[in-house]
């Protein structure tokens, strides 16, 4: 369970020859009842885990996809407490690892011990916490570490070579390079030079290097995957299944898992 | 003796404060830290800060003895920090006036800002406009109705004000705006928070800017009452005029620190914006300190006549001085500190600004159980021009 679960999981995969995606669901969007069919589907199309969002009032790393996702749910009545209970209930069904994407403050409120306990409880592998860098980490990863919880740790485009050497040593799970500069939601294209940095990225790193923020489509996709080992798509999947168009959702994640070229030029 | 040093290197004031912010922006925090830290040892930077605070703020401003309110009320002597004379008319230029010259140190062309009241959005706005910076100023799309007068000043100014129509579209869901955008933009844009909150180096930085206020209230009262005041009275919201008048009080242990938070419609109602009062400790913009929120962990809409104080939060600096009983905080609420605004008018000839007449009122309340030869000194933050017709209308309805 948790943290080995992950890095098990994504290295089978890996050793297949597949490239790991990783989508981000609100949970509590479209209500808690859609959530299982949900996860169930995104295993279907193969996904390597799920990052599942919990709503959060003041969500600043996030960009307008996302922020109304979780207004939406948050209107649903979900609360960070509702959701591991949910998770708790259908944790035997699940097949894929389960990340946990939240702000520090509805942890922070339901206690740190208590959510690394109760996390556990509810199948969780591991935790993504967007405002907490490596500064403040200390506060949360002495629980989840005695709980077997990956802290999911993120590199950015702006941090130094020294801080991306020392981050991508203390890293578990896998690596969230952000790939834009700003909040997730789509983009048009990446910077050039994010291909230095995610090769920079693998050759520090002792656990997969994915790639997250402004990929919404498979050509992005594959354009990341083929500098690291995957890409996490928050904003497009949100918005596809708010919209109903899950055939488009399985074709977005198989096209982005089974391919080991670069699309346009190859190297 | 200087015993109280905080923040800790680590930017924490006990366990409140540090850097809770997304990967992406820490290397500008780590940035501006340092830029910080050699332009405060740097007399060079030091002489343009107090030159331009001298000639073009029109500092120091005056600690005018209210005699008319202090008669009017009964009991102890009423001062007024008079950070209301300030060009544009509140304490926020102090603070922006050091972080542009920080900006320019940097090497940085453009500057954002939030703001509630838009006292801040003009103070950066002006300030952008004297030092050439491009500036835009994100500003709730509800306070841009409160303040529209404020709104065309940063326009007149040269400075681009971006509505932000999110959550309740006060200061809270502006700050937000401003974050994501910094994110996008760090690298050639410096943030002016405005008030003590948000990651280290922020409060302290804001503290320091602030706490020109302080220092020159300390020597003038020393040379008008010949005596360290008993009372100190501020308002807080976020808490920038606050800090900067206590910080210099703060080991001063015979004097006595009040800060006024907004109690709305009442600290029984949901329709307030005391942090310290009534919120949990919690993270928000950056920093850990009270906050307004559900059991849920999500931030409550805060609730003020005075979109000043109109913020959920408070600065970490507050919480802490909170906790070790250094400054008592209290509140005010609308309707009390609506009548401190009508009489500070009308016994002085000094119009307050919302925000202002909230420590006006508590200092009103406090004068009335002290003795008249203990004296009382209120940070009157900001003039109340920009509140006038809000002011009128609220007054026509009752």
């Not at chain 1, 299982?36 to 959060?56: H, N």
């Not at chain 2, 302080?214 to 009452?225: F, P, R, S, V, Y």
């Not at chain 2, 030869?373 to 900001?382: A, P, Q, R, Y």
């Amino acid at each position: 369970m948790g943290k080995e679960r992950i890095e098990r999981t994504f290295q089978n995969k890996l050793l297949r020859g597949e490239k790991l995606f990783i989508p981000y669901l609100m949970a509590g969007d479209g209500g808690l009842d859609v959530l299982d069919e949900r996860i169930q589907f995104l295993e279907k199309c193969g996904v390597s885990a799920i990052e599942l969002g919990i709503p959060f009032s003041d969500p600043v790393a996030d960009g307008p996809t996302i922020q109304k996702a979780g207004l939406r749910s948050l209107k649903e009545g979900t609360t960070l407490t509702g959701v591991l209970k949910h998770l708790k209930k259908c944790k035997k069904t699940r097949t894929v690892p389960i990340i946990l994407m939240a702000y520090l403050n509805p942890i922070y409120r339901y206690g740190l011990e208590n959510f690394a306990v109760d996390a556990k409880e509810a199948g969780v592998d591991g935790v993504i916490i967007p405002d907490v860098p490596l500064e403040e980490e200390e506060l949360v990863t002495g629980y989840l570490h005695q709980h077997h919880i990956a802290f999911i740790r993120l590199v950015a485009l702006t941090s130094s070579r020294d801080r991306v050497k020392e981050i991508a040593s203390r890293s578990e799970g896998f690596l969230y390079a952000v790939s834009v500069m700003g909040t997730t939601g789509a983009r048009k294209n990446h910077d050039s030079h994010v291909k230095d940095y995610l090769e920079m990225l693998k050759r520090y790193s002792s656990v997969p290097v994915l790639a997250g923020f402004g990929v919404s489509n498979v050509e992005q996709a594959r354009k990341l995957s083929y500098h690291c080992d995957g890409v996490i798509v928050g904003s497009r999947i949100v918005e596809l299944f708010h919209e109903d168009r899950t055939e488009e959702i399985k074709v977005f994640i198989r096209g982005s898992i089974h391919h080991t070229l670069e699309p346009s030029h190859k190297g | 003796m200087t015993t109280y040093t905080l923040p800790d290197k680590n930017g924490k004031f006990g366990h409140y404060g540090g850097q809770f912010v997304p990967e992406l922006l820490m290397p500008a925090l780590i940035e501006l830290e340092k830029a910080y830290e050699t332009a405060k040892n740097d007399p060079e930077f030091q002489q343009a800060l107090s030159y331009h605070l001298k000639q073009y703020v029109g500092r120091k401003t005056p600690l005018y003895y209210a005699e008319q309110l202090t008669n009017h009320v009964g009991g102890a002597k009423i001062f007024l920090k008079r950070e209301d004379l300030n060009h544009t008319g509140a304490h926020k230029i102090n603070n922006t006036i050091g972080q542009a010259l920080l900006t320019k140190r940097m090497g940085k062309k453009k500057v954002i800002a939030e703001t509630g009241a838009g006292q801040h959005g003009v103070a950066t706005a002006t300030v952008s406009a004297l030092f050439d910076l491009d500036c835009i100023i994100f500003m709730g799309a509800e306070d841009i109705e409160r303040q529209r007068l404020n709104v065309f000043r940063m326009e007149l100014l040269g400075a681009e004000v971006r509505s932000v129509p999110n959550g309740s579209g006060t200061l809270k869901d502006a700050t937000n705006e401003a974050l994501r955008y910094w994110a996008s933009h760090v690298q050639d844009t410096h943030y002016v928070i405005g008030s003590a909150v948000g990651p280290h180096p922020f409060p302290k930085m804001v503290r320091d800017f602030q706490s020109v206020i302080g220092k020159e209230t300390k020597e003038q009262i020393l040379e008008q009452a010949k005596k360290l005041p008993d009372a100190v009275v501020a308002c807080v919201g976020g808490g920038s005029n606050s800090i900067g008048m206590f910080y210099p009080f703060v080991e001063e242990k015979n004097v006595k620190l009040f800060g006024v938070e907004a109690a709305g419609l009442g600290l029984r109602t949901n329709q307030h914006a005391a942090a310290i009062t009534k919120g949990e400790k919690g993270i928000l913009h950056g920093a850990l300190s009270k906050v307004l929120q559900d059991d849920h962990g999500q931030i409550k809409e805060a609730f003020s006549i005075s979109a000043g104080l109109d913020y959920p939060g408070v600065g970490p600096e507050h919480s802490y001085l909170h906790d070790i009983n250094r400054v008592m905080y209290v509140s005010v609420t609308d309707k009390e500190a609506l009548d401190a605004f009508q009489l500070l008018s009308k016994t002085e000839g000094i119009i307050p600004a919302l925000e202002s007449s909230h420590a006006v009122a508590y200092a009103i309340k406090l004068a009335k159980v002290m003795r008249s030869d203990e004296t009382i000194v209120v940070c009157l933050s900001g003039r109340g021009d920009k509140d006038v017709e809000q002011v009128q209308k609220r007054l026509e309805v009752e």
